[in-house]
Protein backbone atom coordinates (compact mmCIF):
# COMPACT_ATOMS: atom_id res chain seq x y z
CA UNK A 1 0.00 0.00 0.00
CA UNK A 2 1.31 3.65 -1.05
CA UNK A 3 0.81 6.61 1.10
CA UNK A 4 1.16 9.87 -0.87
CA UNK A 5 -0.01 13.31 -0.04
CA UNK A 6 -2.06 15.86 -2.01
CA UNK A 7 -3.42 19.35 -2.00
CA UNK A 8 -6.55 17.82 -2.89
CA UNK A 9 -7.96 15.08 -4.00
CA UNK A 10 -10.82 14.49 -6.78
CA UNK A 11 -13.11 11.43 -6.51
CA UNK A 12 -15.02 10.80 -9.88
CA UNK A 13 -13.92 11.51 -13.39
CA UNK A 14 -16.87 12.22 -14.87
CA UNK A 15 -17.02 15.99 -16.18
CA UNK A 16 -17.76 17.52 -13.08
CA UNK A 17 -14.85 15.89 -11.25
CA UNK A 18 -12.55 16.17 -14.44
CA UNK A 19 -13.20 20.00 -14.96
CA UNK A 20 -12.60 20.85 -10.77
CA UNK A 21 -9.42 19.05 -11.44
CA UNK A 22 -8.69 20.88 -14.06
CA UNK A 23 -8.97 24.44 -12.46
CA UNK A 24 -6.89 22.48 -9.64
CA UNK A 25 -3.81 21.63 -11.64
CA UNK A 26 -4.88 24.75 -13.05
CA UNK A 27 -3.80 26.78 -10.23
CA UNK A 28 -0.65 24.79 -8.89
CA UNK A 29 -2.47 22.71 -6.61
CA UNK A 30 -0.99 19.20 -6.71
CA UNK A 31 -4.30 17.30 -7.54
CA UNK A 32 -4.95 13.31 -8.05
CA UNK A 33 -8.80 12.46 -9.92
CA UNK A 34 -9.54 9.09 -8.70
CA UNK A 35 -12.00 6.89 -11.18
CA UNK A 36 -13.83 3.87 -9.82
CA UNK A 37 -13.38 2.59 -13.55
CA UNK A 38 -11.16 2.10 -16.24
CA UNK A 39 -11.57 5.80 -18.38
CA UNK A 40 -13.16 6.03 -20.49
CA UNK A 41 -15.92 3.93 -19.44
CA UNK A 42 -19.98 4.50 -20.32
CA UNK A 43 -21.68 3.76 -16.40
CA UNK A 44 -22.05 7.34 -15.25
CA UNK A 45 -23.86 10.46 -16.43
CA UNK A 46 -21.29 12.22 -18.91
CA UNK A 47 -20.66 9.77 -21.79
CA UNK A 48 -21.92 9.84 -25.20
CA UNK A 49 -21.33 11.87 -27.74
CA UNK A 50 -23.95 14.73 -27.20
CA UNK A 51 -25.12 17.56 -24.73
CA UNK A 52 -27.42 20.07 -25.44
CA UNK A 53 -26.01 23.71 -24.53
CA UNK A 54 -28.27 26.67 -23.91
CA UNK A 55 -28.72 29.22 -21.68
CA UNK A 56 -32.70 28.86 -21.93
CA UNK A 57 -33.68 28.42 -18.20
CA UNK A 58 -36.79 29.57 -16.37
CA UNK A 59 -33.78 30.91 -13.15
CA UNK A 60 -31.87 34.41 -13.75
CA UNK A 61 -28.86 32.53 -11.99
CA UNK A 62 -28.97 29.57 -14.48
CA UNK A 63 -28.71 31.84 -17.29
CA UNK A 64 -25.76 34.05 -15.69
CA UNK A 65 -24.13 31.35 -14.65
CA UNK A 66 -24.14 29.82 -18.72
CA UNK A 67 -22.97 33.59 -19.42
CA UNK A 68 -19.55 32.16 -17.82
CA UNK A 69 -19.29 29.06 -18.27
CA UNK A 70 -19.55 29.51 -22.12
CA UNK A 71 -16.85 31.67 -21.97
CA UNK A 72 -15.10 28.91 -20.10
CA UNK A 73 -15.75 26.56 -22.88
CA UNK A 74 -14.18 28.85 -25.71
CA UNK A 75 -11.27 28.83 -23.31
CA UNK A 76 -10.57 25.52 -22.82
CA UNK A 77 -11.28 25.03 -26.74
CA UNK A 78 -8.50 27.61 -27.37
CA UNK A 79 -5.99 26.22 -24.65
CA UNK A 80 -6.43 22.44 -26.39
CA UNK A 81 -6.78 23.26 -30.22
CA UNK A 82 -10.63 21.14 -30.47
CA UNK A 83 -13.71 22.47 -31.22
CA UNK A 84 -16.26 21.03 -28.52
CA UNK A 85 -19.72 22.29 -29.70
CA UNK A 86 -21.36 23.47 -32.50
CA UNK A 87 -24.19 25.92 -32.55
CA UNK A 88 -27.16 25.39 -33.81
CA UNK A 89 -29.66 27.07 -31.58
CA UNK A 90 -32.74 25.48 -29.18
CA UNK A 91 -36.09 25.42 -30.17
CA UNK A 92 -38.14 26.26 -26.83
CA UNK A 93 -41.84 24.48 -27.16
CA UNK A 94 -45.12 24.78 -24.76
CA UNK A 95 -48.33 26.03 -24.06
CA UNK A 96 -48.20 30.23 -24.14
CA UNK A 97 -50.52 29.84 -21.30
CA UNK A 98 -48.85 26.82 -19.71
CA UNK A 99 -46.40 26.98 -16.51
CA UNK A 100 -43.42 26.71 -17.96
CA UNK A 101 -43.04 28.27 -21.73
CA UNK A 102 -44.02 31.85 -20.40
CA UNK A 103 -41.47 31.68 -17.39
CA UNK A 104 -38.41 30.91 -20.05
CA UNK A 105 -39.61 33.02 -22.58
CA UNK A 106 -39.51 36.33 -19.64
CA UNK A 107 -36.31 34.84 -18.28
CA UNK A 108 -34.84 34.83 -22.04
CA UNK A 109 -36.34 38.58 -22.71
CA UNK A 110 -35.67 39.62 -19.16
CA UNK A 111 -31.68 38.53 -19.62
CA UNK A 112 -31.34 39.84 -23.32
CA UNK A 113 -30.62 36.30 -24.49
CA UNK A 114 -30.59 36.39 -28.29
CA UNK A 115 -33.63 35.18 -29.05
CA UNK A 116 -35.75 34.60 -32.00
CA UNK A 117 -40.01 34.54 -31.57
CA UNK A 118 -41.24 32.46 -34.32
CA UNK A 119 -45.20 33.28 -35.05
CA UNK A 120 -47.47 30.17 -35.91
CA UNK A 121 -47.71 31.21 -39.99
CA UNK A 122 -43.95 31.38 -40.34
CA UNK A 123 -43.21 28.37 -37.85
CA UNK A 124 -42.92 25.51 -40.40
CA UNK A 125 -40.81 27.69 -43.17
CA UNK A 126 -37.95 28.12 -40.23
CA UNK A 127 -38.66 24.30 -38.64
CA UNK A 128 -39.41 21.83 -41.37
CA UNK A 129 -40.72 18.67 -40.82
CA UNK A 130 -42.47 19.79 -37.44
CA UNK A 131 -45.88 20.04 -35.95
CA UNK A 132 -46.15 23.06 -33.69
CA UNK A 133 -49.21 21.83 -31.27
CA UNK A 134 -52.37 23.97 -31.56
CA UNK A 135 -51.75 26.30 -28.70
CA UNK A 136 -48.26 26.38 -28.39
CA UNK A 137 -45.86 29.06 -28.53
CA UNK A 138 -42.64 28.83 -30.36
CA UNK A 139 -39.18 30.33 -29.42
CA UNK A 140 -35.78 29.82 -30.24
CA UNK A 141 -32.44 30.57 -27.96
CA UNK A 142 -29.79 31.25 -30.81
CA UNK A 143 -27.25 31.11 -28.50
CA UNK A 144 -27.45 27.38 -28.10
CA UNK A 145 -25.93 24.02 -29.79
CA UNK A 146 -24.44 20.47 -29.19
CA UNK A 147 -21.39 20.10 -26.71
CA UNK A 148 -19.56 17.69 -28.09
CA UNK A 149 -19.70 15.39 -24.70
CA UNK A 150 -17.19 12.40 -24.92
CA UNK A 151 -14.67 14.64 -26.94
CA UNK A 152 -14.88 17.71 -24.31
CA UNK A 153 -14.30 15.00 -21.46
CA UNK A 154 -10.90 13.32 -23.06
CA UNK A 155 -9.87 16.91 -23.66
CA UNK A 156 -10.56 18.28 -20.08
CA UNK A 157 -8.78 15.44 -18.65
CA UNK A 158 -5.87 15.26 -21.10
CA UNK A 159 -5.18 19.39 -20.44
CA UNK A 160 -5.58 18.56 -16.43
CA UNK A 161 -2.66 16.13 -16.79
CA UNK A 162 -0.92 18.25 -19.10
CA UNK A 163 -0.64 20.88 -16.29
CA UNK A 164 0.92 18.08 -14.05
CA UNK A 165 -2.68 16.74 -12.72
CA UNK A 166 -2.30 12.56 -11.65
CA UNK A 167 -5.66 10.34 -12.97
CA UNK A 168 -5.45 6.68 -11.15
CA UNK A 169 -8.46 5.20 -13.05
CA UNK A 170 -9.91 1.68 -11.88
CA UNK A 171 -9.16 2.76 -8.15
CA UNK A 172 -12.58 2.47 -6.61
CA UNK A 173 -12.79 4.30 -3.45
CA UNK A 174 -13.75 2.16 -0.57
CA UNK A 175 -13.01 4.58 2.10
CA UNK A 176 -12.52 7.98 3.66
CA UNK A 177 -11.16 9.01 6.51
CA UNK A 178 -11.86 12.43 7.89
CA UNK A 179 -10.00 15.12 9.22
CA UNK A 180 -7.48 18.17 8.76
CA UNK A 181 -5.88 15.55 6.42
CA UNK A 182 -7.91 13.35 5.42
CA UNK A 183 -7.14 9.70 4.27
CA UNK A 184 -8.98 8.14 0.87
CA UNK A 185 -8.87 4.42 0.21
CA UNK A 186 -8.44 2.47 -2.49
CA UNK A 187 -8.02 -1.06 -3.09
CA UNK A 188 -3.89 -0.74 -4.32
CA UNK A 189 -3.47 2.70 -2.38
CA UNK A 190 -3.84 5.12 0.54
CA UNK A 191 -3.59 8.55 -0.35
CA UNK A 192 -3.78 11.61 2.04
CA UNK A 193 -5.09 15.03 1.02
CA UNK A 194 -5.48 18.67 2.62
CA UNK A 195 -8.74 19.20 0.94
CA UNK A 196 -11.26 16.42 -0.81
CA UNK A 197 -13.89 17.21 -3.77
CA UNK A 198 -16.73 14.73 -4.28
CA UNK A 199 -17.84 14.63 -7.63
CA UNK A 200 -19.45 11.12 -7.23
CA UNK A 201 -22.47 11.39 -9.41
CA UNK A 202 -25.44 8.34 -8.96
CA UNK A 203 -22.47 7.19 -5.97
CA UNK A 204 -21.97 10.08 -4.54
CA UNK A 205 -24.39 8.69 -1.07
CA UNK A 206 -22.51 5.54 -0.82
CA UNK A 207 -18.99 7.86 -0.37
CA UNK A 208 -20.97 10.56 1.49
CA UNK A 209 -22.02 7.74 3.85
CA UNK A 210 -17.88 7.68 4.89
CA UNK A 211 -18.17 11.47 6.13
CA UNK A 212 -22.16 10.62 7.68
CA UNK A 213 -23.77 12.38 5.37
CA UNK A 214 -26.56 11.24 3.30
CA UNK A 215 -28.07 13.87 0.66
CA UNK A 216 -32.23 13.21 -0.85
CA UNK A 217 -30.97 12.46 -4.58
CA UNK A 218 -32.59 10.10 -6.18
CA UNK A 219 -30.84 7.78 -9.06
CA UNK A 220 -32.83 7.28 -12.65
CA UNK A 221 -32.07 5.56 -16.04
CA UNK A 222 -32.78 7.49 -19.22
CA UNK A 223 -33.84 5.71 -22.16
CA UNK A 224 -31.39 7.61 -24.84
CA UNK A 225 -33.35 6.91 -27.62
CA UNK A 226 -32.42 7.81 -31.31
CA UNK A 227 -35.06 8.23 -34.23
CA UNK A 228 -35.11 7.08 -37.95
CA UNK A 229 -35.17 10.06 -40.65
CA UNK A 230 -37.68 8.94 -43.23
CA UNK A 231 -35.68 11.10 -45.73
CA UNK A 232 -32.03 10.76 -44.48
CA UNK A 233 -30.22 14.50 -43.29
CA UNK A 234 -34.24 16.14 -42.57
CA UNK A 235 -32.89 16.34 -39.13
CA UNK A 236 -29.18 16.87 -39.67
CA UNK A 237 -26.87 18.92 -37.88
CA UNK A 238 -25.22 19.99 -40.77
CA UNK A 239 -28.76 21.40 -41.97
CA UNK A 240 -28.72 23.43 -38.87
CA UNK A 241 -31.72 21.66 -37.83
CA UNK A 242 -32.24 22.68 -33.92
CA UNK A 243 -31.91 21.29 -30.59
CA UNK A 244 -35.28 21.07 -28.74
CA UNK A 245 -36.85 21.69 -25.72
CA UNK A 246 -40.61 20.80 -25.53
CA UNK A 247 -42.19 21.58 -22.63
CA UNK A 248 -45.81 20.43 -21.05
CA UNK A 249 -46.56 17.97 -23.86
CA UNK A 250 -49.60 16.53 -24.88
CA UNK A 251 -48.34 13.35 -23.73
CA UNK A 252 -46.66 13.64 -20.78
CA UNK A 253 -46.06 16.00 -17.41
CA UNK A 254 -42.49 16.36 -17.96
CA UNK A 255 -39.92 17.96 -20.70
CA UNK A 256 -39.09 16.12 -23.75
CA UNK A 257 -36.04 16.91 -25.77
CA UNK A 258 -34.08 16.37 -29.05
CA UNK A 259 -30.58 16.83 -30.49
CA UNK A 260 -30.10 17.42 -34.64
CA UNK A 261 -29.09 13.85 -36.13
CA UNK A 262 -25.15 13.66 -35.98
CA UNK A 263 -23.12 11.11 -33.82
CA UNK A 264 -25.08 8.09 -35.96
CA UNK A 265 -25.87 9.47 -39.38
CA UNK A 266 -29.60 9.60 -40.48
CA UNK A 267 -30.41 9.05 -36.82
CA UNK A 268 -32.02 12.17 -34.53
CA UNK A 269 -31.98 11.65 -30.62
CA UNK A 270 -35.24 12.25 -28.35
CA UNK A 271 -35.30 11.77 -25.22
CA UNK A 272 -37.97 12.10 -22.33
CA UNK A 273 -36.54 13.94 -19.14
CA UNK A 274 -37.62 11.61 -16.44
CA UNK A 275 -36.85 7.91 -16.12
CA UNK A 276 -37.26 5.16 -13.78
CA UNK A 277 -35.72 4.74 -10.42
CA UNK A 278 -32.33 2.65 -10.86
CA UNK A 279 -29.47 1.39 -8.51
CA UNK A 280 -26.11 2.91 -10.86
CA UNK A 281 -24.72 -0.67 -10.12
CA UNK A 282 -27.51 -2.87 -11.43
CA UNK A 283 -28.57 -0.30 -13.97
CA UNK A 284 -29.72 -2.75 -16.42
CA UNK A 285 -32.14 -4.45 -14.43
CA UNK A 286 -33.93 -1.73 -14.46
CA UNK A 287 -36.12 -2.59 -17.71
CA UNK A 288 -39.29 0.02 -17.89
CA UNK A 289 -40.33 1.29 -21.70
CA UNK A 290 -43.27 3.40 -20.67
CA UNK A 291 -40.97 6.80 -21.25
CA UNK A 292 -40.49 5.22 -25.19
CA UNK A 293 -44.11 4.80 -25.41
CA UNK A 294 -44.46 8.37 -24.55
CA UNK A 295 -41.84 9.18 -27.02
CA UNK A 296 -43.32 7.32 -29.81
CA UNK A 297 -46.69 9.11 -29.31
CA UNK A 298 -45.21 12.38 -29.33
CA UNK A 299 -42.95 11.79 -32.26
CA UNK A 300 -45.92 10.17 -34.65
CA UNK A 301 -47.79 14.10 -33.82
CA UNK A 302 -44.99 15.90 -33.99
CA UNK A 303 -42.36 14.55 -35.87
CA UNK A 304 -43.41 13.56 -38.92
CA UNK A 305 -40.50 12.79 -40.46
CA UNK A 306 -38.86 10.34 -37.69
CA UNK A 307 -39.83 6.71 -37.64
CA UNK A 308 -41.81 6.32 -34.77
CA UNK A 309 -39.74 2.82 -33.86
CA UNK A 310 -36.21 3.64 -31.68
CA UNK A 311 -33.42 2.51 -33.65
CA UNK A 312 -31.12 2.64 -30.82
CA UNK A 313 -31.67 2.66 -27.40
CA UNK A 314 -28.89 3.41 -24.99
CA UNK A 315 -28.59 4.24 -21.44
CA UNK A 316 -27.72 7.11 -19.14
CA UNK A 317 -28.22 7.83 -15.52
CA UNK A 318 -29.81 11.38 -14.08
CA UNK A 319 -28.73 12.15 -10.19
CA UNK A 320 -31.94 14.05 -9.18
CA UNK A 321 -32.25 16.35 -6.08
CA UNK A 322 -36.00 16.96 -4.81
CA UNK A 323 -36.06 20.59 -6.42
CA UNK A 324 -33.70 19.96 -9.57
CA UNK A 325 -31.06 22.28 -8.80
CA UNK A 326 -27.09 21.54 -8.01
CA UNK A 327 -25.56 20.81 -4.93
CA UNK A 328 -22.37 22.67 -4.92
CA UNK A 329 -21.30 22.98 -0.89
CA UNK A 330 -19.00 22.30 1.43
CA UNK A 331 -19.62 19.90 4.07
CA UNK A 332 -21.47 20.52 6.71
CA UNK A 333 -19.46 19.02 9.53
CA UNK A 334 -16.18 18.79 6.98
CA UNK A 335 -15.17 22.15 5.69
CA UNK A 336 -12.41 20.33 3.93
CA UNK A 337 -14.53 17.87 1.85
CA UNK A 338 -16.75 19.91 -1.11
CA UNK A 339 -19.51 17.94 -2.78
CA UNK A 340 -20.60 18.23 -6.25
CA UNK A 341 -23.64 16.57 -6.62
CA UNK A 342 -27.39 16.08 -7.72
CA UNK A 343 -26.71 17.44 -10.95
CA UNK A 344 -30.23 16.48 -12.17
CA UNK A 345 -30.62 15.97 -15.91
CA UNK A 346 -28.58 19.58 -16.66
CA UNK A 347 -25.34 20.14 -15.34
CA UNK A 348 -22.84 18.98 -18.73
CA UNK A 349 -23.51 22.22 -19.89
CA UNK A 350 -21.69 23.85 -16.61
CA UNK A 351 -19.15 21.71 -16.05
CA UNK A 352 -15.94 23.92 -16.48
CA UNK A 353 -17.98 26.86 -14.04
CA UNK A 354 -19.29 23.86 -11.65
CA UNK A 355 -15.52 23.23 -11.56
CA UNK A 356 -14.12 26.44 -11.08
CA UNK A 357 -16.58 26.84 -8.55
CA UNK A 358 -15.72 23.82 -6.55
CA UNK A 359 -11.97 24.39 -7.24
CA UNK A 360 -12.93 27.79 -5.08
CA UNK A 361 -14.77 26.34 -2.40
CA UNK A 362 -11.99 23.74 -1.85
CA UNK A 363 -8.92 26.43 -1.76
CA UNK A 364 -11.21 28.23 0.53
CA UNK A 365 -12.14 31.41 -2.05
CA UNK A 366 -15.35 32.97 -1.66
CA UNK A 367 -17.12 31.54 -4.62
CA UNK A 368 -17.48 33.71 -7.50
CA UNK A 369 -21.52 33.32 -8.12
CA UNK A 370 -23.95 33.25 -5.41
CA UNK A 371 -24.53 29.21 -4.25
CA UNK A 372 -27.36 29.76 -1.93
CA UNK A 373 -29.66 27.85 -4.30
CA UNK A 374 -27.15 24.91 -4.43
CA UNK A 375 -26.64 24.63 -0.63
CA UNK A 376 -26.81 21.22 1.46
CA UNK A 377 -29.16 23.14 4.20
CA UNK A 378 -31.89 23.62 1.45
CA UNK A 379 -32.41 19.69 2.12
CA UNK A 380 -32.87 19.97 6.10
CA UNK A 381 -35.24 21.61 8.22
CA UNK A 382 -38.90 20.03 9.53
CA UNK A 383 -40.58 19.07 6.09
CA UNK A 384 -37.50 18.64 4.20
CA UNK A 385 -36.22 15.54 3.62
CA UNK A 386 -33.83 14.24 6.44
CA UNK A 387 -30.08 14.83 5.84
C1 LIG B 1 -29.39 10.99 -21.08
C2 LIG B 1 -28.77 12.22 -20.50
C3 LIG B 1 -28.89 13.42 -21.18
C4 LIG B 1 -28.36 14.59 -20.66
N1 LIG B 1 -28.46 15.74 -21.38
C5 LIG B 1 -27.87 16.87 -20.92
C6 LIG B 1 -27.86 18.03 -21.71
O1 LIG B 1 -28.41 18.03 -22.82
N2 LIG B 1 -27.24 19.13 -21.24
C7 LIG B 1 -26.62 19.15 -20.02
O2 LIG B 1 -26.09 20.19 -19.65
N3 LIG B 1 -26.61 18.05 -19.25
C8 LIG B 1 -27.20 16.92 -19.66
N4 LIG B 1 -27.18 15.77 -18.93
C9 LIG B 1 -26.64 15.81 -17.56
C10 LIG B 1 -25.13 15.69 -17.49
O3 LIG B 1 -24.67 14.73 -18.40
C11 LIG B 1 -24.80 15.33 -16.04
O4 LIG B 1 -25.33 16.34 -15.20
C12 LIG B 1 -23.29 15.24 -15.82
O5 LIG B 1 -22.71 14.35 -16.75
C13 LIG B 1 -23.02 14.76 -14.40
O6 LIG B 1 -21.64 14.57 -14.27
P1 LIG B 1 -20.96 14.05 -12.93
O7 LIG B 1 -19.51 14.27 -13.10
O8 LIG B 1 -21.65 14.67 -11.77
O9 LIG B 1 -21.34 12.49 -12.84
P2 LIG B 1 -20.69 11.21 -13.56
O10 LIG B 1 -20.44 11.47 -14.99
O11 LIG B 1 -21.55 10.05 -13.23
O12 LIG B 1 -19.28 11.06 -12.86
C14 LIG B 1 -19.13 10.52 -11.57
C15 LIG B 1 -17.91 9.65 -11.61
O13 LIG B 1 -17.59 9.23 -10.28
C16 LIG B 1 -17.08 7.93 -10.36
N5 LIG B 1 -17.16 7.29 -9.03
C17 LIG B 1 -18.30 7.04 -8.33
N6 LIG B 1 -18.01 6.40 -7.17
C18 LIG B 1 -16.65 6.26 -7.14
C19 LIG B 1 -15.76 5.67 -6.20
N7 LIG B 1 -16.19 5.06 -5.07
N8 LIG B 1 -14.43 5.72 -6.47
C20 LIG B 1 -13.96 6.32 -7.60
N9 LIG B 1 -14.80 6.86 -8.54
C21 LIG B 1 -16.12 6.85 -8.31
C22 LIG B 1 -18.00 7.27 -11.39
O14 LIG B 1 -17.50 6.06 -11.90
C23 LIG B 1 -18.14 8.37 -12.42
O15 LIG B 1 -17.15 8.26 -13.43
C24 LIG B 1 -27.70 14.58 -19.41
C25 LIG B 1 -27.56 13.36 -18.71
C26 LIG B 1 -28.07 12.20 -19.26
C27 LIG B 1 -27.93 10.93 -18.49
Known amino acids: MSSQEYDCIVIGAGIQGSCTAYYLAKNNQKTLLLEQFVLPHARGSSHGQTRIIRKAYDEDYYVRMMDESYGLWAELEKEAGVKLHSRTGLLMLGPENGRDYPRYKQTLQR ?205 CLYTTTPDTHFVLDRHPTHSNIVIGAGFSGHGFKFGPLVGKILYELSTGQVPSHDLTPFKISRFQGPSKSAL
Open 111 to 315: SRVPTVLLRREEFSQHIPNFNLTDGDGALVDTTAGVLYADKALRTIQRLFQLRGGEIKDGQKVSDISPGPVATVTTATGAYRTKSLVITAGPWVNSLLAYTGLGLPLKVEKINVCYWREKVPGSYSIHKRFPCFIQVEPLESKHHIYGLPSNEYPGLMKVCYHVGKDADPDERDRQTDRSDIEILQRYISRCMPGLVPVPAVVES
